[in-house]
C-alpha cells in the first residue's frame, strides 16, 4: 500500500513561512539541518496527522539570492477549517494577504476563501464544522 507524505515548497524567510503556517494552526513537527548542502528542511503539519503523512517540507536554501518562480502548473494546498471567516481573520491580524474573502463557492454552498503565504504560495481555506479546533 501507498501513502501520501508531503509536498516540497521552498521558502526565501523560513521563520516568516513557519509564523504564516502558524497562523493557520499547523506547527513544525521535525527539522533537517544539512550544513554540508547548506539548506534548511522543516516539516510542518497538524498534531493529528500521523508522522510523515499529509505533511508540507519548507526548504531553505542558505545561499538562495533570487526569488523563486512558482510556474503554471501548482495551484494550491487545502486546509479544513471549522470558520473560515474566523481563519481569515487570523491570517488577517498576523499580517498575512487574503485574496478572496470568506464566502460560498458558486452554488455549492461551501464556504471557502483564498489567503497567500509569504512566498506567494496560495493555501484554499474550506470550512469543514468536523476540522479539529
Same mark, same amino acid.
Do not use: C
Given at each position: 500500500?501507498?501513502?501520501?507524505?508531503?509536498?516540497? $515548497?521552498?521558502?526565501?524567510?523560513?521563520?516568516?513561512?513557519?509564523?504564516?503556517?502558524?497562523?493557520?494552526?499547523?506547527? !513544525?513537527?521535525?527539522?533537517? !539541518?544539512?550544513?554540508?548542502?547548506?539548506?534548511?528542511?522543516?516539516? $510542518?503539519?497538524?498534531?493529528?496527522?500521523?508522522? *510523515? !503523512? /499529509?505533511?508540507?517540507?519548507?526548504?531553505?536554501?542558505?545561499? =538562495?539570492?533570487?526569488?523563486?518562480?512558482? *510556474?503554471?502548473?501548482?495551484?494550491?494546498?487545502?486546509? *479544513?477549517?471549522?470558520?473560515? %471567516? %474566523?481563519?481569515?481573520?487570523? +491570517?488577517? =491580524?498576523?499580517?498575512?494577504?487574503?485574496?478572496? !474573502?470568506? /464566502?460560498?463557492? /458558486?452554488?455549492? /454552498?461551501? +464556504? $471557502?476563501?483564498? +489567503? =497567500?503565504?509569504?512566498? *506567494?504560495?496560495?493555501?484554499?481555506?474550506?470550512?469543514?464544522?468536523?476540522?479539529?479546533?
Amino acid at each position: 500500500m501507498s501513502i501520501y507524505l508531503h509536498t516540497m $515548497i521552498r521558502v526565501r524567510d523560513l521563520d516568516r513561512s513557519l509564523a504564516f503556517y502558524g497562523l493557520l494552526g499547523m506547527r !513544525e513537527l521535525r527539522r533537517l !539541518e544539512v550544513p554540508e548542502g547548506r539548506f534548511t528542511l522543516v516539516y $510542518i503539519g497538524y498534531e493529528g496527522n500521523a508522522r *510523515g !503523512e /499529509g505533511e508540507i517540507e519548507l526548504t531553505y536554501n542558505w545561499d =538562495q539570492t533570487e526569488d523563486y518562480t512558482h *510556474g503554471t502548473g501548482f495551484g494550491h494546498f487545502a486546509v *479544513g477549517v471549522r470558520d473560515v %471567516a %474566523a481563519a481569515v481573520d487570523t +491570517v488577517r =491580524q498576523g499580517g498575512g494577504r487574503v485574496t478572496r !474573502e470568506a /464566502g460560498p463557492m /458558486g452554488n455549492t /454552498g461551501i +464556504v $471557502i476563501a483564498f +489567503v =497567500q503565504d509569504p512566498d *506567494g504560495y496560495k493555501v484554499e481555506l474550506i470550512e469543514k464544522k468536523d476540522a479539529k479546533a
